[in-house]
């Protein structure tokens, strides 16, 4: 699967993140890459218990599979939150009486702590989505993917009230051994997906239902955008996708862990 490039608003996300990390440290893509880690991040501070749980070790394989079972889907939102688009998704999703998995930008977590609340207050999940959303992560030190990762933990857990993400996706399914293990070390499961909405292209509603009615066979994680730019094709066509999905007879869950 090609991965995300080009996007000009990460860019500017990327700016910008340069000076929360530095005030930090003051303080699939379907296929998991074999390999031995070759390092490890340590942390003296204290993190806060895992979402709904306390802190467990994980599999450090990249999650597709639906804890619902073979008629499972499981919807993933990622690069937010954004203060028009975000509320937009949620509603939807309420509507429809469904549950997702938000993969949220360290940055924009931290400039908006209402949304990433109102997430969990609406039993949504979230995901660490990395500082800067740089999908040539796999091609950096480990320094670099540790500071990434556990930055952006940070402000997503403090953004949350103390919910941490539980899982770990890679910028356009960057992933390493490394960050995958250091992911789980720090109960976060690598999460990649099987269809690729394409919302992110703006194609139009049409063409995002279509590309995920035609490629749900790939499987059940399924990856949506509510951030990075106008995302009103996404909130319309989760309107027609999440209806249908259900005349289908799935059922709606969240990745296994």
């Known amino acids: 699967m090609a991965r995300h490039g080009g996007r000009g608003w990460h860019g500017r996300v990327l700016a910008a993140a340069v000076g929360v990390t530095a005030v930090a440290a003051a303080t699939s893509v379907w296929t998991a890459q074999a390999g031995a880690i070759g390092g490890q991040h340590t942390s003296t501070s204290a993190r806060p218990a895992a979402q709904g749980s306390a802190q467990k070790a994980v599999p450090v394989s990249i999650a597709h599979a639906s804890d619902q079972g073979a008629r499972g889907v499981n919807i993933t939102i990622d690069d937010g939150p954004d203060p028009v688009w975000t509320p937009q998704v949620l509603q939807v999703l309420k509507d429809n009486g469904v549950k997702a998995t938000f993969c949220m930008i360290g940055p924009q977590a931290q400039a908006h702590p209402d949304l990433v609340k109102a997430v969990v207050a609406a039993g949504h999940r979230l995901c660490d989505h990395t500082v800067s959303h740089d999908t040539s992560m796999d091609h950096k030190s480990e320094a670099y993917q540790s500071q990434e990762i556990l930055d952006a933990e940070s402000m997503i857990t403090k953004a949350s009230g103390g919910v941490r993400p539980m899982y770990y996706r890679a910028p356009g399914g960057a992933f390493t051994p490394y960050s995958r293990h250091l992911a789980a070390q720090h109960g976060m ?69």
């Open 189 to 257: 499961r690598p999460l990649g997906w099987n269809v690729d909405s394409k919302d992110f292209e703006r194609p139009g509603t049409d063409s995002i239902v279509a590309t995920v009615k035609n490629e749900l066979s790939n499987g059940p994680t399924i990856l949506f955008h509510d951030a990075g730019g106008d995302r009103s094709e996404t909130v319309a066509a989760l309107r027609e996708v999440l209806p249908w999905l259900k005349q289908q007879g799935y059922s709606f869950g969240f990745p296994v862990r």
